[in-house]
T-cell receptor
Framework: SQKIEQNSEALNIQEGKTATLTCNYT??????LQWYRQDPGRGPVFLLL?????KEKRKERLKVTFDTTLKQSLFHITASQPADSATYLC???????????FGTGTKLQVIP | DAGVIQSPRHEVTEMGQEVTLRCKPI?????LFWYRQTMMRGLELLIY????????DSGMPEDRFSAKMPNASFSTLKIQPSEPRDSAVYFC?????????????FGPGTRLTVT
């Protein structure tokens, strides 16, 4: 069966360090993968998209990698700040018109 | 633009009652999605529309759930009759075909509690 796995345990890191979040999937062949940020009491907010033929994508302090052989995406936040504390969701294109399936998310806590 | 607008923000109802959630997508967007989020199951797609036409409703849990999009600026998700297990946060999102990031813009959500 299809599965998207993100670390269910919260990730705590010190301010200034690089945070690395993982998204693993099985039985998908996604044409693209997205990352969203969700703050408590709010809807998810889009951050980045990476396509299957792209190895890496960067946006400011964010970097996403996509390894279709390992079936894994890594999401990095460099020089992390307390304001980066949130839940981060990966979403895989799963066919049809813009249909994506979301992972359950990883909660990141950046400690000052 | 005001973003995606959802109402009500909170809804508390008793089991067996009808619940109607409302969504106004971003003007000009041609896709509209309804999601449900719980701690146990995460964010699940219920149904989505393209140009007001339902494209995929395979995520609708059962016949108690129905969704309509009578025009490009309004959609409803109805639960009748509601049950305690329907308690969740319901999100509406919209997107624009042709935008290369395929990003979805989410509303603030409706927190539904069924007692």
């Amino acid at each position: 069966s299809q599965k998207i796995e993100q670390n269910s345990e919260a990730l705590n890191i010190q301010e200034g360090k690089t945070a690395t979040l993982t998204c693993n999937y099985t039985n998908y062949s996604p044409a693209y993968l997205q990352w969203y940020r969700q703050d408590p009491g709010r809807g998810p907010v889009f951050l980045l998209l990476i396509r299957e033929n792209e190895k890496e994508k960067r946006k400011e302090r964010l970097k996403v990698t996509f390894d279709t052989t390992l079936k894994q995406s890594l999401f990095h936040i460099t020089a992390s700040q307390p304001a980066d504390s949130a839940t981060y969701l990966c979403a895989l294109y799963s066919g049809g018109y813009q249909k994506v399936t979301f992972g359950t998310g990883t909660k990141l806590q950046v400690i000052p | 633009d005001a973003g995606v607008i959802q109402s009500p923000r909170h809804e508390v109802t008793e089991m067996g009652q009808e619940v109607t959630l409302r969504c106004k997508p971003i003007s000009g967007h041609d896709y509209l999605f309804w999601y449900r989020q719980t701690m146990m199951r995460g964010l699940e797609l219920l149904i989505y529309f393209n140009n007001n036409v339902p494209i995929d409703d395979s995520g609708m849990p059962e016949d108690r759930f129905s969704a309509k999009m009578p025009n490009a600026s309004f959609s409803t998700l109805k639960i009748q009759p509601s049950e305690p297990r329907d308690s969740a946060v319901y999100f509406c999102a919209s997107s624009l075909a042709g935008k290369i990031s395929y990003e979805q813009y989410f509303g603030p959500g409706t927190r539904l509690t069924v007692t």
